[in-house]
């Protein structure tokens, strides 16, 4: 079964400071990975997704997530955070067997200091 | 273009009585599917509709019911309710390509059970 851990479950980082969000995921075959983030109440919206090709993947908002197979990791950047990224965000993993269900992280919640 | 919509916001329930929540997918899309995300529970995969049909049933009970309309939009019944069914119900859409899709996220529907 897939499985989807990221270990950070709140960070905190200053406004302008650079971001990693940890993604970890377990999947015994290709994998189709997201990052969706959620503001509070609200619904998930989708920052980036990959599914093959290139493993540098650009997405909304100036996100970017790199995958890596040998560390079975799909990490989040963001070089410079914005008081408006404060928000919870969840890795998740898509199985190719046409089961169509995602596999979600617990989250990270981020919070930006001024 | 509309994005997915759900509705009610908001729906308080009593114990015993049943709770029926809907959901417009993005127009084009044929795939709908519903996740519960309770506090301390994360993301779940509950139900995928597709082309009027039950694909795939997360692991909930029967009385976690739903249907999908010939416009595409879907209805997710749970019957009997329970105080634990109390969550953010979120409501995704997706055109069916092969075994890969993109999954877009509606608002949510907040049941609360007293």
């Known amino acids: 079964a897939q499985s989807v851990t990221q270990p950070d479950i709140h960070i905190t980082v200053s406004e302008g400071a650079s971001l990693e969000l940890r993604c970890n995921y377990s999947y015994g075959a290709t994998p189709y990975l997201f990052w969706y983030v959620q503001s509070p109440g609200q619904g998930l919206q989708l920052l980036l997704k990959y599914f093959s090709g290139d493993t540098l993947v650009q997405g909304i908002k100036g996100f970017e997530a790199e995958f890596k197979r040998s560390q079975s990791s799909f990490n989040l950047r963001k070089p410079s955070v914005h008081w408006s990224d404060a928000a919870e965000y969840f890795c998740?993993?898509?199985?190719?067997?046409?089961?169509?269900?995602?596999?979600f992280g617990s989250g990270t919640r981020l919070q930006v200091q001024p | 273009e509309a994005g997915v919509t759900q509705s009610p916001t908001h729906l308080i329930k009593t114990r015993g009585q049943q709770a029926t929540l809907r959901c417009s997918p993005i127009?084009?899309?044929?795939?709908v599917y519903w996740y519960q995300q309770a506090l301390g529970l994360g993301l779940q995969f509950l139900l995928w509709?597709?082309?009027?049909?039950?694909?795939n049933r997360g692991n909930f009970p029967p009385r976690f019911s739903g249907r999908q309309f010939p416009n595409y939009s879907s209805e997710l019944n749970v019957n009997a309710l329970e105080l634990e069914d109390s969550a953010l119900y979120l409501c995704?859409?997706?055109?069916?390509?092969?075994?890969?899709?993109?999954?877009?996220f509606g608002p949510g529907t907040r049941l609360t059970v007293l």
């Open positions: 995704a859409s997706s055109s069916l390509s092969g075994y890969t899709d993109t999954q877009y």
């Open positions: 127009s084009g899309h044929t795939s």
């Open positions: 509709y597709d082309e009027g049909e039950e694909r």
């Open positions: 998740a993993v898509g199985a190719d067997t046409g089961r169509r269900a995602l596999t």
